[in-house]
């Protein structure tokens, strides 16, 4: 009898342990939450530069990006429409990411485009470390502005300063790392 109890006891413990990760399951699947995502960038000659790790937040998508042997300065960074990354010149990104047909720029009256983020700004020994929020993009699927769309999308570091109001790409010059988000 002692032994039933016993066995009886660790199941309906069991049982509420199931029940309650099943819960927590559910919950996590219907709030939208996405674990973090990790891209790694590759330069021109195919080798990598840094990483990026994005992550949903209340507010929109963290993105925290870190890269090395980088010319010194400012450089444009923005996502692009597709997750293609073909190096050396990395057109394959296509456009910035612009579902809801905007012009280019943060200060640009008629934009920003959902890709358009702040500009990296790299040390003088190549270092670049950048951390930002965009409100304009999420990693929940089916979603016009979803990084995950179909074809996915990509970050990509310009060779130069991002001027945030020239359309299409701020001035930003040629496309020098590609990170594909899949």
């Known amino acids: 009898m002692k032994s039933l109890k016993i066995v009886v006891t660790v199941s309906l413990g069991l049982l509420v342990l199931t ?23 590759i330069g021109a000659s195919g080798q990598t530069v840094g990483k990026a790790q994005l992550a949903a937040v209340p507010e929109g998508v963290q993105i925290d990006l870190q890269v090395s042997g980088l010319t010194p300065g400012a450089h444009g960074f923005h996502i692009h429409e597709k997750a293609a990354c073909d190096a050396p010149t990395f057109d394959s990104a296509g456009a910035h990411f612009n579902p809801m047909h905007k012009e280019h720029g943060f200060l640009n009256p008629k934009g920003a485009h959902a890709g358009d983020l702040p500009n990296l700004v790299v040390d003088e020994q190549g270092n670049g470390r950048l ?33 945030l109001k020239t359309d299409p790409s701020g001035n930003s010059g040629k496309r020098i790392a590609c990170g594909a988000v899949k």
């Open 19 to 41: 029940g309650c990760q099943s819960v927590k399951s559910t919950a996590t699947a219907e709030s939208g939450s996405t674990p973090p995502l990790e891209v790694t960038f």
């Open 131 to 163: 951390s930002t929020v965009t409100k304009s993009v999420v990693m929940l699927p089916d979603k016009p502005n979803s990084l995950f769309k179909p074809g996915g999308t990509s970050l990509v570091i310009h060779e130069k300063e991002d001027d």
